[in-house]
């Protein structure tokens, strides 16, 4: 069992921030929400654009075992990036 003082690296504590380093963590957190924000617009544009290829190829008979799943793909990975 883990004691109350015990941490891990997920785990956010801003009271522990010395003085000193502050300005360092506030640009790396700074640089965690853009790159995040950045993944999650770059998820929804794959998600879309995979939609819409696997729409597009299911709708020729022959290839459509290729294009459902690749339209429920990026139906999923839109999902992801919106929550």
């Known amino acids: 069992m883990r004691s109350r003082k ?5 785990e956010h504590d801003d009271s522990r921030v010395p003085i000193l380093l502050w300005p360092f ?12 924000i950045t993944g999650r617009i770059i998820c929804a ?12 190829i299911a709708l020729s008979v022959v290839a459509a075992p290729v294009g459902i799943p690749l ?13």
């Open 6 to 10: 015990e941490s891990t690296l997920t």
């Open 25 to 36: 963590y506030a640009v790396w957190r700074l640089l965690t929400l853009i790159l995040n």
């Open 45 to 56: 544009v794959a998600g879309i654009a995979f939609m819409m290829l696997g729409v597009a």
């Open 71 to 83: 339209a429920a793909f990026g139906f999923l990975l839109l999902v992801r990036s919106l929550f």
